[in-house]
Structure formats: C-alpha cells, structure tokens
C-alpha cells in the first residue's frame, strides 16, 4: 500500500506556519478591538446616550484581569494535565464561541459583554499561546528565537488580515462618522452601519472556525525515540498520575524560577509594556477619527500597521538569537518612548506624520510578546520552560489592571484626554527601556545545569545505596 513520508523538516515548517496561523486568528481580538470600539461605542449609544468610550474600553482590560491567572494555568496545570494538544484545541474552541457569546449580550449590559466579548477571547489567547510556541520549539531546538518569532508574528498580521474585512463586514460604504460636539468624541449615526454591527460578530466566528480547523491537524509536537525520551516514557509508565507532572513543574517553577532575577525583571517588564501594548490598539483609532473620519483609509491604516507588527515581533526575537535581550530590547523601547511621546503635537500638526509615528508604534510595541518568551526559553531550556512563560504571563493581569484604570481616568470627562494618555504611555515605555538593562543571559542557565547535576548526583547515590542494601539482604542467612 502507497504510503507518503514527510520529511520532518517540511513538518516543522508546516507546524510553525500552521501556529503562526492560529496566531493570527487569536490576535485578532486585540487588533480589531480598537477598529470595533468606534462601532461598538455608537450601535451601544443608540439606547444609552450615556456610554462613553472610557466605559465601553473597559471589555479590553476586564478580559485582561483574569489573563496572566490562565497564562499561569496554561503552563502548569491544564498542560500537565491534559497535554499541550488537548490545551490547544480547548483555547481555539474558547476562542470561535466568543463572538458568538458577544453577539448574544450585544444589547446587554456592558458588564455582561465585557465577559462575553471580553474575558472569554483573552482567556483563550493565553491557552492557546504556550503551546503553539512549544510545538514549534520542538522541530526547530536550535532557532528558539527565529519559530517563536515567526509563530507569534502571526498576531501582529492579524491587523492587515482583519482589520479591513471588519471594516467590510460593518461600513462597506465607508460611511463616515460624525463629531459629537456635546461629547468631543466622533461616532458613527448611520443606522446602515450600526444595524450590521451584530451580524459581523456571527461572520467572525464563521472564519474562525474554517481557520483553524486545518491548523489544528498539522500544528504537534516533535517526538523522537531517543535515550531521554525512552528513560522520559518508562518513568511516566510507572507513574500514571499527571498529578506528578503538575508537581513536578510547579517544584522546577520554585526552586529555580523563583529563585533567579531575571525572572522577576521580565515579569515587571511584562507589566508595563502590557500595559501600552493593548492601550494603543484599543484608542488608536478614537485619535485617529479626531483627524480624519474617512472610515476606510483609517482602516487601511490599521492593515498596513498589521505588518509592521508583524516584521517587529519576528524581528526583534530573531534578533534575541544573536544579541543579548537588553541590549535589543532597550534600544526598541527608548525608540518607542519617544514615539509616544511626540505622535499626538505631530497628529494635529501633520496626518502624513501621524501615520509614520502610528506605523512606527505598530512596528516597535509588541515585539515583546515574542521576546520575551524566546529570552525565557534561552534562559529556562527544558521542558518546563512553559511553566516560567506562564508565570512571566501572569503579570499581563497587573497590566490590564493598569489599563482599567487609565481608560477610566483619562476618558471619562478629561477636556484632553489624548495628550495625557500618550504622556503616560511614553513615561511607561521609558521605564521598561531602564529596566531591560538589568536582564542578564546566562545566570539561570547556570543555576539550572547545577541544580541539575546535583539531582543526578543524589539520584546516583540513591542507586548505589539500594543497589547495595540488596545485595546485603541476599547475603543474609535465613
């Protein structure tokens, strides 16, 4: 009988592609939310003029405080329990059912839809992300920063991918928006538009689906019968119980990431840069409206920033391969810094100029959710690298929190509520670029090949005893 062999290089390639599309599906959450707030804030308004878009951006962050909780359950519970797999198809489901969640408390309560359309999708990136990266980890050992770069350069292209065809979904006529002189904020009154509103949410959930139903055969795991791989698989025969497993991370998780510095530097620095990265998307295009109201070159905007987003995280995390993590990472946040802090003089005073600075923060501001993953994997090798992520990940909750409050603070009832926001996105970006500098590449690493050896060497003497106390019951008469 016929049979076709794959070589497991154009496996690899096909797992990493297949994660990068996954990738882009789930991070279109955060790329089309800023693009969905305009609309979402006026089909709201149609029966409360009272909502604002500091209270409608609230479905961004109320996602985000329960995020880092299953960054942190991904890695060291529902993994170890149930297998990266099985973790993957759990997050890709969570994921398709949300809009249709959304769509069904669209005309709820705002509380209501920021679960629905809020924690549900969010709480489903972070299944989903560990294990794509693992997967592709798995094929290519040797390039961690180049797969997971190119796995997570997926959510950046989400932008160019979704961006426009939920602009086609909802305004097809680009129909522009309107000022609101009573508010300051600009919205949408066409009923056309708002009546479509509902039914792209359903249309989203449909192509969700059709993508990742092929991704999810090819994305898997490399498995080789080598020497640790044989000894790995007799152990687990003998145990039976993924309770030890869970164990087992949760004990690599305390007694070597906790104890190691950069640990704790890449979660703050996590924080804060969750806390700009989000920020932008969800407000770029409520600035953006304050300069043009031509609905579709701002949703062309917005595509185009997708590939900046997506050349960035590639990028920077390839580059972790060759240089250190602060010295990558401190020059891209001072760089973003300064971008913050000059856009919005620049967006009054020039659109074209606008558009470079916006681009230009697309290109730079989430390259950390790759570099940060590849540094873990350089500085944890191993297979419990995926409990550090989710622990790092954890930070993400403190940065949503962050992000509650300032959309609460600045958009609600603030005269300039855009020249505060970039000046605290631009002190927060600054504060990342000091803390980068602080990361160092090979301390834990040492840790861990020490503790290492000293596990093998009890593990030895342990062998020898035993070996030992058997031979002298043998010998002893009866």
């Known amino acids: 009988m016929f049979k076709m062999e ?8 096909l797992c990493v592609f297949a994660g990068f599309i996954i990738q882009m599906v789930v991070g279109s959450y955060f790329a089309l939310f800023g693009n969905f707030l305009p609309y979402l804030v006026s089909y709201k308004r149609q029966f409360d003029e009272t909502i604002t878009y500091g209270e409608a951006a609230i479905l ?7 995020t880092g909780i299953f960054s942190l359950l991904s890695g060291s519970l529902i993994i170890p329990l149930v297998g990266p797999r099985i973790c993957l198809f759990i997050g890709c ?14 005309d709820s309560s705002i509380h209501l839809l920021a679960f629905c359309y809020g924690v549900v999708p969010i709480a489903s990136m972070n299944i989903v992300a560990i294990p794509t990266m693992i997967f ?3 094929w290519f050992p040797n390039s961690r920063g180049t797969v997971v770069g190119c796995v997570m350069a997926g959510m950046g292209f989400s932008s160019t991918a979704f961006i426009p065809l939920q602009t086609y979904l909802v305004n097809p006529d680009n129909i522009e928006a309107v000022h609101g002189n009573e508010t300051g904020f600009t919205y949408f009154d066409s009923q056309e538009v708002l009546d479509r509103v509902p039914n792209s949410l359903l249309w989203l ?6 993508l990742f139903a092929p991704s999810l055969l090819v994305c898997t795991e490399k498995v080789e019968k080598t020497e640790d791989t044989k000894k790995e698989e007799e152990t687990a025969s003998k145990a039976k ?6 164990k087992e991370a949760f004990v690599f998780l305390k007694e070597t990431g906790l104890k190691t510095r950069e640990l704790y530097i890449l979660f703050l620095f996590r924080i804060l840069m969750i806390t700009v990265g989000p920020s932008i998307l969800s407000q770029w295009k409520s600035f953006s409206l304050l300069l043009s109201t031509d609905d579709r070159l701002l949703s062309l905007i917005g595509g185009i920033g997708g590939i900046f987003t997506t050349v960035g995280r590639f990028l920077f995390s390839a580059l972790i391969d060759r240089f250190t993590f602060k010295q990558v990472m401190s020059v891209q946040t001072l760089v973003l810094a300064v971008d913050f802090a000059c856009i919005y003089w620049v967006g009054f005073a020039s659109f074209p100029g606008f558009c470079v600075l916006i681009l230009l923060a697309y290109f730079l501001v989430f390259s950390f959710i790759s570099a940060v993953p590849a540094q873990i994997m350089k500085l944890f090798p191993g297979k419990h690298s995926g409990v550090i992520i989710g622990a790092v990940g ?7 929190t962050a992000i509650f409050v300032i959309s609460k ?3 609600n009832g603030n005269s300039e509520p855009f020249l505060t926001f970039f000046i605290v996105l631009a002190l927060i970006t600054l504060t990342a670029a000091v803390l980068s500098l602080f990361v160092r590449e090979s301390s834990s690493t040492e840790n861990i090949n020490k503790n290492q050896h000293e596990k093998m060497k009890i593990e030895t003497k342990d062998a020898e005893k035993s070996h030992q106390n058997s031979g002298f019951e043998m010998d002893k008469p009866v």
């Open 241 to 246: 119980s993924k309770l030890n497993d869970i």
């Open 205 to 210: 959930a449909l192509i969700y689906a059709v």
């Open 60 to 66: 961004l962050p109320a996602g985000g405080l329960i």
């Open 409 to 411: 603070t600045l958009f």
């Open 93 to 106: 489901f969570m994921y398709t059912l949300s809009p249709i969640l959304g769509y069904l408390a669209l």
């Open 6 to 13: 794959i070589s497991p290089t154009v496996r690899g390639i």
């Open 136 to 138: 592709a980890r798995s």
């Open 394 to 400: 954890l930070g993400d909750t403190f940065g949503f």
